[in-house]
Nanobody
Framework: QVQLVESGGGLVQAGGSLRVSCAAS????????MGWFQQAPGKEREFVAA?????GIYYADSKKGRFTISRENGRVYLQMNSLKPEDTAVYYC?????????????????WGQGTQVTVSS
């Protein structure tokens, strides 16, 4: 069982930046494909970005050029720049057993509890 813990969420003004991170309790995340998802109030959870063990990366179209996913020292990060009010959501990290990045929720095996990101206008 992999327990994921997100951190780094908060309140930021539109145009600002925020970095959220994900770690696993008691283990490294280096052996998993890692993804970030967002869930806005009243909406379904949706894909944001994913990174494979060898650095393959995929972004949702709406996040390209503004968000950057990375992994270092067994943790995974999501750097969010030029934030917009519509980026307001709970951000979840997820781990996938395998080596291919995926965008579907069902492809991920472990999930964190999420961290709230609020972007004010």
């Amino acid at each position: 069982q992999v327990q994921l813990v997100e951190s780094g969420g908060g309140l930021v003004q539109a145009g600002g930046s925020l970095r959220v991170s994900c770690a696993a309790s008691g283990r490294t995340l280096s052996g998993y494909v890692m993804g970030w998802f967002q869930q806005a109030p009243g909406k379904e959870r949706e894909f944001v970005a994913a990174i494979s063990q060898n650095g393959g990366i995929y972004y949702a179209d709406s996040k390209k050029g503004r968000f950057t996913i990375s992994r270092e020292n067994g943790r995974v990060y999501l750097q969010m720049n030029s934030l917009k009010p519509e980026d307001t959501a709970v951000y979840y990290c997820a781990a996938r057993v395998g080596s291919v990045v995926a965008t579907e929720i069902a492809s991920y095996d472990y999930w964190g509890q999420g961290t709230q990101v609020t972007v004010s206008s």
